[in-house]
């Protein structure tokens, strides 16, 4: 239903653009029976059925014999990205009758409607003799028989194919369903290994479906909890580096790092960027007791937003910079609370049964993620930021910490299972509640944060 | 033994290693003398019977060098603040040694709650020792949350030896 509702809210923003384009599409793809999903890919759909839309993606057309190998790659990595969001389903190059060997040449659109493809992507890769990349593709509404948007044209070096791929997806993404795309971007996480009675653990990066991992500290230290500045160069974490908790600001491109604020007897965690990158919220305990500090990233004094006995922590801002949400016991147990920016009197906006912690804001400013424990489980779950209909997306023997696309429409968090030999995984899940998947990391993982979209 | 000197090798600083060296030399001769369930559950007899009354060996074995807590609770047992008073009198006859006080969280709860629920434990027990006497600028906390877990298992017999304060020694008098 959700994806339904969003279609249409598509429809009506797309109307003044390529409004017949886009309501061709829909109309067939909502009037389509459903046949079953099959492929590699399995999908655990946890809240009702939405049937994918059937694409195709010829491999893209080698303009020169250098750009073969990256035109395949560039096509399945595109391909992998929009049957990864589980509203789109590839229909395989097998079942194909019509083929593409030029970018130009025109589209057999009869030949794309007899195998039910409803949207057609043509792209052609070369590459220069100093390596770079330059792609082009158009999407075409093949119900409609026309083009959907621009074609395009990508460019980038070698080693960025990848993101020349999940650029083309985004447009597709963003084209077709009228959200913003999230294929471009990275996640920060931390990386584990060991048993869990001496588990080691480093910070470590991502492309969003787990390629070129990279790892950004070494394991000799205990790290915590990273978050993306919102231009996605730089991290704050927590390390024990001194023996003590303390927050530490990483630049991704130098992997230079340098501590936040060093209080003597305070330790600090839980940091996150204001949306303007100028400002820094966290948790200080001092004396047993945890509030909520602000801080400029330029240095000067913290300033204390919260003077309460109980814990306050995991702060998080609403996208315009204005409220923080948070997470407070003075309640007498975990609960959500929002407060102005700098302070002041907060409000109270969790009172289902349980336990609420980690909430995070959209980025489109319109829902809470957060933790939930209840009954012995956990959950991830999502409200509207005044409290209002509460939804819980998961549910396990351990899920928290979530984290956001660039686009407010997945979300990823730490999934851990029962016992000695548990493994901490991440694993992703639609705002809906559909598309529950683990996302693949080399080895044990957590607490991941997600970029913005890349510039 | 194996969770306790686990554990000592993962403290922070680096003085502390020579004295973890003679731990470990003095702990080899009683392989039965520390048992998983910690301090606070009562010693094994031979531990007793070989490490010295002033020994850092005698405070975590003898005298119990941690303290359980209930769920989200900081709040001090009764048998804790037995454990903790004898703490204190070991660390006022051994003014040789100061303390990080380890506060630590079973893994239900999110990370950063279970940061801070660690933090209030230790500043519990560094509450208690200073009204027992023990001066202040001897001890310092530190909050593992639920990072450091003694017990793997995901049930109560295991959480509650997780949800824990640990006196660690460290060889220094106070400043």
Redesign the interface.
């Known amino acids: 239903m959700f994806v339904l509702r969003f279609l249409v809210a598509t429809l009506l923003s797309k109307l003044g653009l390529s409004g017949m384009a886009i309501l061709g599409l829909v109309a067939i793809w909502a009037a389509t029976p459903a046949p079953a999903q099959d492929g590699p890919l399995r999908i655990e759909i946890t809240e009702g059925v939405v049937e994918p839309l059937p694409f195709a993606v010829p491999v893209f057309v080698a303009e020169n014999a250098a750009a073969e190998q990256v035109a395949r790659d560039i096509t399945r990595v595109v391909a992998a990205d929009l049957v990864s969001t589980g509203l789109f389903r590839e229909i395989p190059a097998e079942a194909h009758i019509a083929s593409v060997s030029s970018f130009d040449q025109s589209v057999a659109y009869s030949d794309w409607k007899a195998i039910n493809a409803q949207a057609l992507i043509v792209g052609a890769v070369s590459v220069g003799s100093d390596g770079r990349v330059e792609t082009r593709f158009r999407l075409h509404d093949v119900f409609a028989g026309a083009e959907l948007g621009q074609g395009l044209r990508l460019g980038g070096t070698t080693q960025a194919w990848r993101r020349i791929a999940h650029k083309v997806a985004d447009q597709v993404y963003g084209r077709i369903t009228g959200e913003g795309g999230y294929f471009d971007s990275r996640v920060v996480f931390v990386a584990e290994e060991g048993?869990?009675?001496?588990?080691r653990k480093r910070l470590a990066i991502m492309d969003y479906d787990g390629e070129n991992v990279q790892f950004l500290t070494d394991d000799a230290t205990?790290v915590?909890?990273p978050r993306f500045s919102p231009t996605g160069d730089r991290v704050l974490y927590t390390s024990?580096e001194?023996?003590?908790?303390q927050i530490y600001l990483l630049d991704v491109g130098t992997v230079q790092r340098q501590v936040l604020a060093d209080e003597a007897?305070t330790?600090t965690?839980?940091p996150r960027f204001s949306p303007d990158g100028s400002r820094v919220v966290y948790?200080a305990?001092r004396?047993?007791?945890?509030d909520l500090f602000a801080r400029a990233l330029g240095g000067g004094e913290a300033t204390r937003l919260t003077s309460a006995p109980s814990?306050e922590?995991?702060p998080s801002f609403s996208p315009d910079g204005s409220q923080i949400v948070f997470?407070s016991?003075r309640s007498g147990?975990?609960q959500l609370y929002v407060m102005p920016s700098t302070g002041g009197e907060a409000r109270r906006i969790s009172f289902g049964p349980g336990?609420y912690?980690?909430p995070v804001w959209s980025p489109r400013g319109d829902l809470i993620a957060f933790?939930k424990?209840a009954s012995g489980r956990f959950h991830i779950g999502v409200m509207r930021t005044d409290g209002s209909e509460e939804r819980l997306l998961t549910a396990s023997?351990?899920d928290?910490?979530p984290t956001w696309a660039p686009n407010g429409r997945v979300l990823m968090f730490t999934r851990?299972g029962?016992?000695?030999e548990?493994r901490p995984e991440i694993y992703s899940v639609d705002v809906s509640g559909r598309n529950l998947k683990r996302v693949p990391t080399p080895g044990s993982a957590s607490?991941p944060a997600w970029s913005p979209l890349l510039p | 033994m194996a969770p306790q000197s686990l554990h000592s090798f993962r403290r922070p600083l680096g003085r502390v290693a020579l004295l973890i060296g003679a731990l470990a030399l003095s702990a080899c001769a009683n392989p039965g003398g520390i048992g998983g369930a910690g301090g606070a559950g009562g010693p094994g007899a031979g531990a007793q019977a070989t490490a010295a009354p002033n020994s850092p060996q005698y405070f975590r074995e003898t005298v119990g060098d941690r303290v359980l807590f209930e769920v989200d609770q900081s709040s001090l047992t009764s048998v804790a603040q037995n454990t903790l008073s004898s703490q204190a009198r070991w660390l006022s006859e051994n003014p040789e040694y100061r303390a990080i006080i380890e506060g630590h969280a079973d893994e239900q709860g999110t990370r950063e709650y279970n940061l801070a629920l660690g933090a209030r434990r230790a500043n519990s027990v560094q509450e208690f020792l200073i009204g027992q006497g023990v001066a202040g600028d001897r001890l310092r906390t530190v909050s593992y949350g639920k990072e450091r877990p003694i017990e793997v298992c995901s049930d109560e017999s295991c959480y509650r030896q997780n949800r824990r304060a640990v006196t660690v020694l460290e060889a220094g008098a106070g400043s």
């Open positions: 048993p869990k009675d001496a588990r205990l915590l909890a024990y001194t023996g003590f908790p007897g330790m965690f839980s948790s305990s004396g047993g007791n945890t814990i922590t995991a997470e016991d147990t975990p336990r912690g980690t933790t424990q023997f351990l928290e910490g851990q029962a016992g000695a548990a607490d």
